[in-house]
Structures are given as C-alpha cells and as structure tokens.
C-alpha cells in the first residue's frame, strides 16, 4: 500500500501516469509471472505468497527495476543453494563432525528472504542485470 501510495503521489507531483503506469504493469507482470509458476508446478515448484511479495516488488520498483530485483534475488538464491548442497556434499564424504548438513536438491529454500535481498539490492545499489545483458549483447553484436 506505501509504494503504491508513493507511486501515485510521483504521478500527482510530475502530473504524468508514467510513474502509476510502470508500478502497475510491473506488479501485475511478476505476479501473473509467479502465479503461473505457481500453477504450472502445483505449488511445488514456488508457493503462491512468492506471487503477492512479487505483486508489492513490481509495484515498488516497476516494471523494469522490478525484473532486476528478482533476477538478482534468484541468483542469489541459487547460489546459496548451491553452497550449501555442496556443504552438505563434504560434510558426508569428509564426515566433519562440526558440520551436519543433511541438504538435498529436494531440500526446500523460502525464495522470499532471497526477493527480499534482490529488492534492497536494486533499491539501493546500481546493479543492473538488464543493462549488463544489454552491454554484453551489444558488444557480441556490434564488436
């Protein structure tokens, strides 16, 4: 409700829809985007709350910027995922006695902290997934 407040006061103070127009196509872009997953894997695969904390992302940063926060949180997700799975692997074929990891590519990980994390990340930083692929792109293509 606060970021779509804001949003709307943007909108008042430039008198322009721009600012109202991104918040809601980029909220409503992620959300019908989880939810599909959601559906799609049965709430196996992503859960349908991922679907309203994508909803209230989109609607904070837009359409764009939005896009940036959950790429980056899933990055970071999946990285951690990956440590600790590899975690998990030492601890058993090295049988550390300090480390009892027990992960497997079953283990389930809450995507929320890592959106979360991504959100504050391209809240707060210029991290910019979407114009690195953008450089890289033109780079390859345009030496």
Same mark, same amino acid.
């Given at each position: 409700?606060?970021?779509?407040?804001?949003?709307?006061?943007?909108?008042?103070?430039?008198?322009?829809?721009?600012?109202?127009?991104?918040?809601?196509?980029?909220?409503?872009?992620?959300?019908?985007?989880? $939810?599909?997953?959601?559906?799609?894997?049965?709430?196996?695969?992503?859960?349908?709350?991922?679907?309203?904390?994508?909803?209230?992302?989109?609607?904070?940063?837009?359409?764009?910027?939005?896009?940036?926060?959950?790429?980056?949180?899933?990055?970071?997700?999946?990285?951690?995922?990956?440590?600790? $799975?590899?975690?998990?692997? $030492?601890?058993?074929?090295?049988?550390?006695?300090?480390?009892?990891?027990?992960?497997?590519?079953?283990?389930?990980?809450?995507?929320?902290?890592?959106?979360?994390?991504?959100?504050?990340?391209?809240?707060?930083?210029?991290?910019?997934?979407?114009?690195?692929?953008?450089?890289?792109?033109?780079?390859?293509?345009?030496?």
């Amino acid at each position: 409700a606060a970021a779509a407040t804001a949003s709307l006061a943007q909108s008042f103070s430039i008198r322009a829809l721009a600012p109202l127009s991104d918040s809601a196509l980029g909220g409503m872009a992620l959300f019908l985007f989880f $939810l599909g997953v959601s559906f799609f894997t049965r709430s196996k695969g992503m859960g349908e709350g991922d679907a309203y904390v994508a909803l209230a992302i989109g609607i904070l940063l837009g359409f764009s910027r939005g896009i940036e926060a959950v790429m980056l949180g899933i990055w970071i997700g999946t990285a951690f995922a990956i440590i600790l $799975l590899l975690l998990s692997s $030492l601890s058993k074929k090295f049988r550390l006695s300090g480390l009892s990891l027990h992960a497997t590519m079953k283990t389930e990980l809450p995507l929320v902290p890592f959106l979360a994390l991504g959100t504050a990340l391209a809240l707060f930083t210029d991290l910019s997934p979407l114009s690195w692929a953008a450089s890289a792109t033109s780079f390859l293509f345009h030496p």
